[in-house]
T-cell receptor
């Protein structure tokens, strides 16, 4: 069964460093998302991406964040200068076209900023 | 704006007993509603969803949920709990016009007592 994959599973970085979180969505999906979950809190929407551009972004997704689909298979989230409060589990999701809006989630990348 | 409230951050039930996880939503348009399950160190897996049509929705692993518009609720139930049901459960809402972001509740951790 097709699944969304994410790498790495755990990333530790120093405050101020850049990180890139990688996702491989399900191959025929057209809609891509990043969510995050700070420890003990709810899953929060960051950004959605369709047709090579951002469809919607939340207030969390400021200028420090960017997304890219560089090669038609990977979908990346970059944080330019990490802060302590960026420590969280980051989930990638993808969905096919249509109105049933079923999003398939990856296993997540745990980002720890020291 | 959409929101989801999950009553009870922790629920414990005995093996074989009824599972009831509560979810209330707020949405300015007819909602799509979802329940996701998260097992330890794994991503979010879709249990079931309500889009249109029958208000009683059956999902995987014997779970079901009923959409009650008058009560703005989408409670998750399972007649007989199994040890393997121990996990975190998230209710989510999106607007009806497909591929929109999901807004999640804070989650309910379900513990099964042997």
């Amino acid at each position: 069964e097709p699944e969304v994959t994410q790498t790495p599973s755990h990333q530790v970085t120093q405050m101020g460093q850049e990180v890139i979180l990688r996702c491989v969505p399900i191959s025929n999906h057209l809609y891509f998302y990043w969510y995050r979950q700070i420890l003990g809190q709810k899953v929060e929407f960051l950004v959605s991406f369709y047709n090579n551009e951002i469809s919607e972004k939340s207030e969390i997704f400021d200028d420090q964040f960017s997304v890219e689909r560089p090669d038609g298979s990977n979908f990346t989230l970059k944080i330019r200068s990490t802060k302590l409060e960026d420590s969280a589990m980051y989930f990638c999701a993808s969905g096919s076209s249509g109105v049933n809006n079923e999003q398939f989630f990856g296993p997540g990348t745990r980002l720890t900023v020291l | 704006a959409q929101s989801v409230t999950q009553l009870g951050s922790h629920v414990s039930v005995s093996e074989g007993a009824l599972v009831l996880l509560r979810c209330n939503y707020s949405s300015s348009v007819p909602p799509y509603l979802f329940w996701y399950v998260q097992y330890p160190n794994q991503g979010l897996q879709l249990l079931l969803k309500y889009t249109t049509g029958a208000t009683l929705v059956k999902g995987i692993n014997g779970f079901e949920a009923e959409f009650k518009k008058s009560e703005t609720s989408f409670h998750l139930t399972k007649p007989s709990a199994h040890m393997s049901d121990a996990a975190e459960y998230f209710c989510a809402v999106s607007e009806v016009f497909g591929n929109e972001k999901l807004t999640f509740g804070t989650g309910t951790r379900l513990t099964i007592i042997p």
